[in-house]
């Protein structure tokens, strides 16, 4: 199997440095566009990666994208988060994409699609305060009305709402004895009367949003792919979306680590360099290792998925969800143990990425959810 990146990646991975470099490279430059590290994402910074065509990485061409891969999608996404560019609404969004491309009609894909590729954020919108990880139990309706349908309900911790064009509705269009039948996914664009949306204050900013519907109106022609039959087309993207949040940790995990081994080498104490210290020495060889398992494990995944986009990777797509988010986590938890009080002062990112790499083992599907999954595919 040959994880070799083309002549054609590696540039488009050095260019992607370039521009964080260049755009985000200081932590001056990062409080500004982040309104003091409040917000995780910079419109006018996500429109300049539009013009340079990197948002439809995965689109095809005739709705504005250049039709790649989902490895090239990956690499963007690990490269951006290890340079910490502000495009908290990017991973939300590919999810969508990746829905609409399988299940979309001709207009919704120009709509959405050619959006997406121009700059435009898209949510998904599937917890609600008493349906986490049972998914199945939603309880948010979507009734026949006027020819159209009537949603009334709430969903929580919905991430990027507050910047999105549309909302993508996880809803229940008919009742049955079976929870996993009768769901339906409805687009509920930004600004529809009905649709109120109040942010959620939380320990890493500005990212996710309550949602409360309460008769809120949408045509019939807003639903996406057949009506009851959501459930079969989460369970279709699933695989991507648990691939486009390791990717993610993995450029965190990563940024965490070369932070941490810079500080290694300047910091001095008892005369010498901490990094000289073997105790500090097998600790950084023990993460650069688990990294480069994330990496390769990573890059796996996405190749299985590039072979077939169609075909359920349930095993492979937890396996890599659950070891690079709690690699990234460990990664960053020891890189502010070993960087002391600096680690954890703002003065320094690492306390930033620590919070950025907490939330990653929840949101998803729990790290428990994801070994349940890859248990069931042993047999047990």
């Known amino acids: 199997m040959d994880f070799k ?30 309104n003091h590290h409040t917000e995780l994402h910079n419109g006018d910074l996500y429109r300049k990666m539009a013009d340079l065509g990197w948002l439809g990485l995965t689109i095809p061409e005739e709705f504005g994208g250049s039709d790649g891969s989902m490895l090239d999608a990956c690499l963007f996404m690990e ?15 590919l999810i969508v994409a990746g829905a609409t491309k399988r299940f979309g009609t001709d207009e919704q894909k120009q709509q959405i699609l050619g959006g997406i590729s121009k700059g435009s954020v898209e949510a998904i919108a599937m917890t609600e305060p008493e349906s986490g990880s049972d998914v199945g139990s939603l309880s948010t309706e979507a009734a026949r009305s006027n020819g159209g349908y009537v949603i009334n309900g709430q969903k929580v911790f ?32 930004k600004d529809t009367p009905g649709m109120e949306m109040q942010p959620i204050d939380t320990m890493g900013g500005r990212e996710t949003n309550t949602l409360y ?14 009506q009851d039959q959501g459930w079969t087309q989460l369970m279709a993207g699933l695989n ?27 910091r001095k104490q008892f005369g010498r360099p901490i990094g000289s210290f073997q105790v500090l020495q097998h600790r950084f060889a023990d993460l650069a290792t688990d990294l480069e ?6 890059w796996w995944v996405a190749s299985l ?3 077939d986009p169609d075909r359920m990777l349930p095993k492979e797509a937890s396996m890599v969800k659950l070891f690079v988010t709690e690699t990234a986590q460990r990664v960053a938890l020891e890189g502010m143990q070993m960087m002391g009080g600096y680690g954890y002062s703002s003065e320094y990112d690492m306390e930033r990425l620590v919070r950025a790499t907490l939330v990653s083992t929840i ?18």
């Open 240 to 266: 991507t979306e648990r691939l486009i949040l390791a990717a993610t940790m993995l450029g965190i995990g990563q940024r965490a680590f070369d932070d941490a081994l810079a500080y290694a080498k300047e």
């Open 79 to 93: 490269e951006t988060s290890r340079g910490m560019a502000p495009i908290g609404g990017y991973a939300t969004t």
């Open 363 to 380: 949101y998803g599907g729990t790290s428990e959810i994801q070994r349940g999954i890859i248990a069931k595919t042993l047999g047990l």
């Open 305 to 307: 998925n590039d072979e």
């Open 158 to 189: 919905i991430s990027n709402a507050h910047i999105s064009d549309h909302v993508l509705v996880v809803c229940r269009t008919t009742k049955g004895e079976n929870k996993h039948e009768g769901l339906s996914m409805i687009f509920v664009p």
């Open 5 to 34: 990146l083309t002549d054609e990646q590696r540039d488009f991975v050095s260019s992607i440095r370039d521009f964080c470099d260049r755009e985000c490279g200081t932590q001056e430059k990062r409080e500004a566009l982040t």
């Open 213 to 226: 519907f309460n008769d809120c109106e949408v045509p019939a022609e807003h639903l996406l792919g057949a």
């Open 293 to 298: 398992a994330a990496r390769l494990m990573t």
